[in-house]
Structures are given as C-alpha cells and as structure tokens.
C-alpha cells in the first residue's frame, strides 16, 4: 500500500479534481485556496440531516429550477435532478431557501436542477437542532460556513462537488448524506463509483475502532472482499450501528488495514499483520428506485410517524443476510423512546428484510466528522491533514488588516470583518462576525454571527453566538455564550440535581446566584424531564446586537471572576428558546452586509491594481 503521505495526496489531489469540475458547472471559478433527507415527495425520515440527491431518469417532481443567470444549464445525466434539503421547522425552512436564493442569484450552485427544502413534519424530531454545534442551530449545519472559498463554500457546495462523479454512474434512485461531515477520497485512474445495483449501496470508509463506536459499522462478506487497492465493490453481511468495540469482534467486524484478515474475539490475527487494526464505516447510502417506493408506500399506509425513525439504524441495520429483529427492541440509541417506537421498527425490518445492502468500499477515504464544538475548532485549525486536502485558508473571503495581530496562523476567519489592532489567538474560529479594534479573542474560541465593538478580553475556549428574534413584533438580539467543553445535550429531571449541570466549570446553582436568577419551574423553558443548559432561561434580551454581546460577556465574566452580574430586568430566553423566535431574515441580512462589504473591498482592491 501507498505510504499514509501518499495516499494523503492522492486524496487532495482529487478533490481539487472535483472541486474544479463542480466550478465549471457552476460557472465560477475554483475555490480559492484548493456545504436533509431524500428527495423527492413525502417520505420516511432519517435521523441524520440529510441532503438528498435525484431521481435521474424518472420525472422530477414539481418544483422551482434554478435558472438564473446567463450560464447554461447542466446536461440531463450531468448532475442531480433534484437536490433535497430537510429543515427542523418553518423558520429554519425559510432561512434555507433565502439562502438557496442567495446563492442561485450570484451562480454559487449549478443550474437546472430542482432545488426543494422539505420542513419535518409535527411530531417526533429526528436528532432536532445542532446541540453540539449550536452555531449551525439557527441557520443549518448544511449552510456551516468553511475556510475556504472566494466567496466561502458552505456544506452544501463542497457536498455537491465531492458527488459530482455519482450521477453518470447511477441508476435512478436517491442519495442520502449528512450535513455534518466531509468524505474525501481517491481512487485508481480506471476505478469509477457506480450504484448499479438493486436495494441499497453504501460507502464504506476504513476508520479506527473508537470511530466505529459513534458511527455504522460493515460486517463484510470476507470471500469478496480483500481490503486492498483503491476500491471493491462487496456486501454487508451485517450492518452494526454504534456498536461497541466487544461487538465489533464478536461479529468479525475488526480488519488490518491494507488486508482483509479477520481478528479472532480474542483479538489476535488471524493472519500476517499487516497494519492496525480497522474497522469499516458508513457515511452516504443510496437506494435504488424500487425501494424508494416501497418505503413511499410504508409511509403513507402509516401516516404522521408517531417516533423517531433513523435511516442509518433502522433502515441499514435491517438488511443483508445477518440481520435479525434484535436492533428493534434497544432504544440506546434513541433520542427519546416513544411507545410505539419498538413496533414502527418491527413493520420496517419486516419491510426490507432480505435487501441487498452492497458495499463500496474506499480504501484510500478519510472521513471527517464536523458536528461538535471541539470537532469543529480542531478540523477547521489543528488538522494540518484536513488543511492540506481541502486546502483550507487561515483567511477566507475576510478583511483582515496587516495591523490585526494574531499569535499564527492556525486561527480561522471566515467571512468576517476584523479592525486593526483586535488580537485572534491560535485556534480559534471567527465566522460572519464584526470584531473590533480594542477585542482581543482566547485561544480555541469559536465566536459566530457577533458584532463586539467593545474593549474586551474573550477568554479562551469561548463558545459565542448572536442570534436575533422576534420579540412582540419587534426585533430584538440574544447571544448564547458557553465553554466549547459545556455538555448542552445533558439534562436532568429533577431542580435537585441541576448542580450536577456546569457553565464554564462552575456549577449552575453557583452562576444562577451570581446572576440574581432563582431557581423555580420556571427556570427551564422545556418539561420537567429535560432541564439543561439548552433549556435554562439565563440569557438577556438587548436592543441591539452589539449590547447582547456585551451582557453575555459580562455573565461570563461574573462566572470566571466570582463577582455578582445581577440580570433583574431583562426577559430571559433559554436557547431552545432563542431557535424557537429566531429572525432568520435579519440573521441573513447581517451576514450580506459583511458579504457585500468584503465583496466591495475586493472590487476597490483590484481597481487599485
């Protein structure tokens, strides 16, 4: 096999390969420097943020086409028919299709294709907003903005360029991925991904065993398959989802890179080593036409789902060989367990019991998750893998003055607006943000959609994010601030244990009295049962944006320094709270000011040359 630095810039070279053809559809130029569901219809949900790919052969359904701007229209066969994006409520629809809009108009996405946003219908939410990510929770992990790009990529455009191969070499059907990572891949000159093949194909990525753990697992057919080369076409056996390290041995899961010898449960090879040990992982899966129908009619026939359907765990874990009805009675995995949850899973392991579920598998892949505060400031700064494949800048599409000072370069400023003199330390992530010149900015920070005008000093491992609501008609702003370390998925049931909760290391009860806050039933905006940092009603309403900003920080400041911050006077929303009464349109309003102002700079820039 290639050497690790080799098969390193196979893969870059690659995706500057995509990248660029993806421009050319475009009409653009490549970026500079080198982001739902299925789609289509009414259809089962999956619990992973998906955007979706065409139905290349049968008719697209009704629907708005992109056709803007002077440049031709892609060729039937050429790109997706449709391109589908799920969002978590109306709101949040709203938001996705004034930026599909945005981007269509200054030709950022490729033309004549159907572009459709589908909101999840009332009920059980599949995985709901980004917790982890709280930055992408108003707007959508599938428009997480990357340091790459004149102007910026944002998920969905390098997801789009990173598949521009698949449809010519697919038969009709649909294309599900998520919104929150990034698959990158080579493979040999003569070597072509094709979905061909009837029931369900996925891609399979070598990955480390603790990867597995929070990931899909392949149990493959070892008798086609050999784990060398750049690509095999096999079948999944047996398709684990999270399972442990335990698991993963007891099924035969566990390979050596570089060859496909399986390890005994006791961990030895059970041939030569010659690698560490793998196991391979999911991420995009397609199904052919037939089963999107088939799974159309089981929709309908059961009408508003009434729990949490998960199309990695519920649909994969069904089918090949090795399947059985086991998956459907554990609700580990759930995010909340309904009481029908168990019989909605039986009907559909029922329904695609026997399913093919063929395997590509990528030998020279990498796949990188961007879902969690740390995963993000790490990927986006520290990864120098990731940088030197997708060719990430320090600076992307940002003014950014020689005077500005930073400790080096391993800081990321995204499409933002810094003044002479603030100061950005190393790792941390500024994106559609204003940033004064008496600011100076920790290390390891992630500071989102923020105008801080004020002498400031931004502690490290700062999480801030500025949102604007609707309050009485009226537009009001609210800014969450957190440690990129703070747990805002744990909850608790009960007042009791809310000690057990942590802002920026100290316990909550602790930060509610310096904030004057008393702890009631009315502290939490959700029910009893889920009372959390995502739920807790601790954050002011301002004005303006600027004032929010320094509220928030002072709330902080109070924590870190043991000092009373009292918040008598102001109305208090919790986070959920804050995406419940989001403005979108003037969240995006802000972000063109900075886009056009940057744009402007450009322009008078080049004048000057």
Known sequence: MPAAGERSAARREA??????????????????????????????????????????????????????????????????????????????????????????????????????????????????????????SA??????????????????????????????????????????????????????????????????????LTVGTTHGVFVLDPSSFSGKGGLEYTSCHHFLHKPDIETMRQCGAVCVRGNCSRLSSSGRHSDSEMGSECVYTDSIFYMDHSIAKR???????????????????????????????????????????????????????????GTTLNVIVLNNSKFYHIGTTQEYLFHFTSDSKLKFELDLLSVAFSIFPDKAETLDRSASIIQSILEPGCFIGPGSV?????????????????????????????????????????????????SMVFSVEDDLKKSVKLLSDIHSLQFFGVSLPECLDLWGIKVSDQLFSSDSTHLGLWTARIFPVCSTLSESVRMSLKMLNSVQHMSTFKLNGFKLLSVEEMLVYKDVEVMLKFRKQIHDEIHLQRQKEKSDL
């Open 15 to 136: 995706t500057g390969r995509r990248l660029a053809r993806f421009a050319a559809l475009r009409g653009g130029a490549a970026p500079g420097g080198a982001g739902g569901e299925a789609a289509g219809g009414a259809r089962p949900r999956p619990s992973r943020a998906a955007f979706g790919a065409g139905l290349r052969s049968a008719r697209p359904a009704a629907g708005p086409r992109a056709s803007r701007g002077s440049g031709k229209a892609a060729r039937p066969g050429e790109f997706w028919d449709v391109v589908a994006v799920t969002a978590a409520d109306a709101e949040q629809a709203l938001a996705y299709r004034q930026q599909l809009a945005e981007k269509l108009r200054r030709r950022e996405l490729p033309l004549g294709v159907r572009y459709h946003v589908f909101v999840d219908p009332p009920g059980p939410k599949i995985g709901g907003y980004s917790q982890r990510l709280p930055n992408a």
């Open 139 to 208: 707007l959508g992990k599938i428009f997480t903005a990357l340091p790459f790009g004149d102007p910026i990529y944002q998920m969905l455009e390098l997801k789009l360029a990173m598949y521009i191969d698949f449809p010519s070499h697919m038969k009709p059907g649909i294309l599900i991925t998520c919104s929150d990572d990034i698959e990158l891949y080579s493979t040999g000159v003569t070597e072509t991904v094709t979905f061909d093949k009837p029931g369900f194909t996925a891609l399979a990525h070598p990955s480390d």
């Open 295 to 353: 799974l159309l009619t089981f929709y309908k026939q059961m009408g508003t789902l009434c729990c949490e359907i998960d199309a990695y765990g519920d649909f994969l874990q069904a089918l090949g060989p090795g399947a059985t009805e086991d998956y459907t009675k554990s609700t580990s995995n759930a995010t909340k367990e309904e009481s029908r949850l168990v019989e909605v899973r039986q009907k559909l392991y029922s329904l695609l019991k």
């Open 430 to 478: 500024i994106e559609y943000s204003r940033i004064g010149p008496e600011v100076s900015v920790g290390k390891n920070s992630i500071i989102s959609g923020s105008y801080i005008n004020l002498k400031v000093d931004i502690p490290s491992n700062c999480f801030l994010s500025s949102l604007s609501i609707k309050a009485n008609d009226q537009v009001k702003y609210v």
